[in-house]
């Protein structure tokens, strides 16, 4: 390494530490997120970058950009930090990727912009709070999430895209790529995400607040689930007729066929024990809050999982329950016909007052006749402002809410919490009564 270089890292260094510094000084929450990353220069890259456990910056770059805003640096390393703590790296493999780097850099950006930490500003800012103002005003919330469908969803112009990349670009997100290698995994940062939604509480009290960054927090620390793993909560044990391929063993079949002409030596197991959803309550509110396109979206979602060969029994026992204030129609489904049948004819009746004690009152009923064997929950559809039964069911209750970007109401403590998201995933939570 030549004088030269050397007085450039030691620079880039010193200046990185006045940046971390100056970070601390304003948001004290943010200490041991700051200390889960470790700077590392790597010369040559043209700006920097992050893989969850150290920031790569090229001394250079970092110079340059200094000299031209020294802001900038305070900037940067907020940026990659956000990223952190919102989980942006975490899902960028399953989604798709252009969209959700920019989406990400976006939802960071608006977060430090609403902080409006002194030190922090660049010359770009206005411009930027004013496409995100407009944003905003179609989305509600400046989330990574909120912000991907917007781009998915809303037919944003390629040139938009490139300007939207221009005015909230700081980092390359090249490593954000999955890793065998990782120094702090995924699970980690969930846990360091919470700290700082607990910090961040004791310490916005009488202060300015960033709306966006409590909601990409909160984003952040959910955890996430496919809606299919969610249905594996009532899945039941049952014989189901096909070859148990894990107890049969095709040496001695193969063979007996071999020595002995059409006499394998042993047969195949007709049945074995599968865990396929058999039994379990579909109900939706049909109140006048909680109609149209979205409830119809949930139950395409549900039927897709159930019409799965290896997800249903042949033979199912499910009651779709429409009600408002009272139970105002069952459907009962025995088959993938009827599921069919319900989705292409089935109208939505109701559209009274929420009240969900009726459905409990009434699947109560059912299980005293006998309708169900094994009954394994119920998976209520809603919007989630309603009256809700006192006592705990005797079986698996799940609430599915639309996602207006925020928490949703409170369910009861028996209850799991299930946020829907278009086009995304299902996302859920245990309810806190």
């Not at 010369?43 to 992050?50: A, D, F, R």
């Not at 189901?240 to 007996?256: A, H, L």
């Not at 069919?340 to 699947?363: I, N």
């Amino acid at each position: 390494m030549s004088e030269l270089d050397e007085k450039i890292g030691l620079l880039a260094q010193k200046v990185l530490g006045i940046a971390r510094d100056s970070i601390l000084v304003n948001m004290r929450f943010l200490d041991t997120t700051l200390s889960a990353l470790k700077p590392v220069p790597e010369k040559g890259i043209g700006g920097v970058s992050s893989d969850g456990a150290k920031i790569y910056y090229d001394p250079v770059f970092l110079l340059m950009k200094y000299k031209e805003e020294p802001a900038f640096v305070v900037r940067m390393y907020l940026h990659i930090l956000f990223h952190m703590i919102f989980y942006h790296s975490f899902r960028f493999d399953k989604l798709d990727g252009e969209a959700w780097n920019l989406a990400a850099d976006m939802a960071a950006e608006a977060a430090i912009l609403e902080l409006d930490l002194t030190g922090s500003s660049l010359m770009r800012d206005e411009e930027a709070r004013k496409k995100l103002a407009f944003i905003k005003e179609e989305i509600h919330s400046l989330t990574a999430e909120k912000i991907y469908r917007y781009l998915q969803n809303f037919q944003v112009s390629g040139r938009e895209k490139a300007e939207l990349s221009r005015l909230f670009f700081m980092d390359s997100h090249r490593r954000w790529m999955p890793s065998e290698e990782l120094t702090i995994s995924a699970e980690q940062w969930k846990k360091l995400s919470e700290r700082v939604q607990a910090d961040l509480k004791s310490f916005s009290a009488g202060k300015s607040r960033s709306e966006s960054l409590e909601k990409s927090l909160l984003e952040a620390v959910r955890d996430r689930r496919s809606y299919e793993e969610l249905l594996r909560k009532f899945m039941v044990m049952n014989e189901d007729m096909q070859v148990n391929d894990e107890e049969f063993d095709y040496i001695y079949y193969t063979y007996g066929l071999s020595q002995y002409g059409n006499m394998p030596l042993v047969e195949p197991l007709e049945y074995r024990d599968s865990r396929k959803v058999r039994e379990f309550v579909i109900a939706i509110d049909t109140s006048a809050s909680c109609r149209g396109e979205v409830v119809r979206s949930f139950l395409q979602e549900t039927y897709g999982i159930l019409s799965g060969e290896e997800t249903f029994f042949r033979k199912m026992n499910v009651h779709i329950i429409q009600c408002d204030h009272e139970v105002q129609r069952d459907t009962k489904i025995t088959s993938r016909d009827d599921l069919d049948f319900f989705l292409s004819h089935e109208k939505l009746t109701g559209f009274g007052s929420t009240d969900f004690r009726p459905v409990f009152a009434y699947v109560d009923e059912l299980i005293r006749k006998g309708e169900f064997e094994n009954l394994k929950g119920l998976l209520y559809f809603t919007d989630g402002y309603g009256v809700y039964p006192g006592a705990m069911p005797p079986y698996e209750v799940m609430f599915v809410f639309p996602d207006n970007g925020d928490e949703g109401p409170q369910v009861p403590p028996w209850a799991v919490k299930v946020l829907m998201e278009r086009n995304e995933e299902y996302e859920y939570k245990t309810g806190k009564g």
